[in-house]
């Protein structure tokens, strides 16, 4: 391989988990672990775990687990060998990579080059005469070229392959621009330039890197209006936030989250320049994560139309554990010369009434459940009982899903008194509400728990063990060896007999370096498995496992897995029928069918 294992050992002994982790989570001692809130999933009570002396993470909400090399590709989004990297620089060791040069870094290290490149071509053709539509529909939108320059706008010419020929003088394959999404194949192995007669705005990420662009295309012409970069190894639109790397040096209090590219800039130039958009996608939850690093308090922004509320609504769903204070600014309803309501986005609003009037409009943003509730009671019509019943339906699940007492009693007061109902009586059918939620929760974990098979399969469909016998007897082997190497000289049986594949070859593997006198550990193992699998391996091996008769339980998981083989062998397990019964059967049970 590229980097020494021996040397990645070292470095895994010189990277203590904890000290890592807790760069990016707050972390508390409890017990034999260190305790903190996932940072890979929005949750409010912590259940993300770390373990000093075996050097692993695990969450016991989203699953996730791994060791120090795991948790930094997650965190960082880098590849195993760019983590390696940024945890040598970090310790100060010199990665001694040997052999041929990473092609998938090399890949990532050209498309980032290209795109730079194109960044440039794009803003010197804005500046050219070719470029006097893309200018002329800038001040059409009133953005200044200070604004222009300072977000790199720039404009993509009509031709076919100005951009291509441009980059490929300048040394680059066909093929990687097609691999930094700028250029698309075309017929007879030609290419030809993703985007044409448009205005480009080129995406950086946190780091200043360009890793690629969203357009606009010219009013009158034909094709998508918005038209971004495909996803490539630099440009991921689930993990990208536009203008993130200027707005989180704002000095303003919080972050503000708009629809639009261009709300973005305009809002920037109104002097706001703490607000952000997602890249043509709706909000994730790696979206919510991101940007809970660079805030504690997010505003959403979104079109005061319909669409625009329910984008806010799904949004506010997503939101509703993150590790953020969530507001929602509401722009006024505005109406034509007819007196009919029309669309009006943060562009519209502070071109028409200005900086001031939209700080006015911050400033009185509504915190997310005030927002719930006041649009369920512009919805509802409280004048018939009916209209009363179904908002006080609609706020009882409201309320009820909320985690404070004390929020549930303010604003469920708020509701009732809305209602026309005593704050008592809608405190009473909050109540009722969540302990039904919680009888069904729970009888949905005891269908479940009624087999163990299912309660005890990897959480990913795709690792699931075809036989859980064996499976289970399989993880006790990895467990075992794990806390006791000297216990491989007892582990007389083949990793071929394993019926999962991911335990068997880690057993292989873990093998192979106890025989080399390496790192017998599960975060040495970093660079052979997916995420997933690095989590299954993390779960299996956390399991409780007594050390007090190690030698006999070794002997009985070897004979449960060769008693199974054997079974296999014999076609005593052969009936697919069956088997495929017993499959659907715990499906349904997981699912609560």
Known sequence: MAIPEQFIDELVARSDIADIVGEYVHLTPKGANMWGLCPFHTEKTPSFSVNRDRQIYKCFGCGKGGGVINFVMEMEHLSYPDAIRHLARRVGMEVPETGVSDAGRKKYRRAQEANKEAARFYYSYLGSPGGAAVREYLTQRQISPKYATRFGLGAAPGEWDALTKALM???FS????????LAVAGKNGGIYDKFRSRLMLPVIDVRGDVVGFTSRILPGLEGAKYLNSPDTVCFKKSQLIYALNLAKATKRPNLILVEGNIDVITLHQAGFDNVVATMGTALTADHARILSRYTKELVLCYDNDSAGKKSTDRVL??????DLNVRVLQLPNAVDSEGKPVKQDPDDFVKKFGPAAFERCLDGSAGQHDYQIDSALQTADLSSDEGRMEFLRSAVEMV???????????????????AGITGAAFAQEVERWRKRQS???RKKAERRDLL???SRQPRSRELRYENIRSGLAEEGILRLVLMDPALFSAADISPELFTSPTLGKAFRLLRDRHDRALSVQLPALAGEFTTEEMSLLVEATNQPESMANAGQAMRDYIKTIRTEAQQRQEGKDNDALLALRNRRRETMMEDGQ
Request: hydrophobic share 45%; proline share 2%.
């Open 174 to 181: 066909k093929m990687e621009l097609i691999d930094a999404g």
């Open 400 to 418: 009820g899903r909320m985690s404070s007492a004390i929020e549930r009693e303010i604003y469920g007061n708020k509701a009732a008194a809305a």
């Open 169 to 171: 003088a300048k040394g």
């Open 317 to 322: 769903g997503i939101l509703k554990n993150a």
């Open 452 to 454: 163990p098979s299912v």
């Open 439 to 441: 009888w069904q929760a």
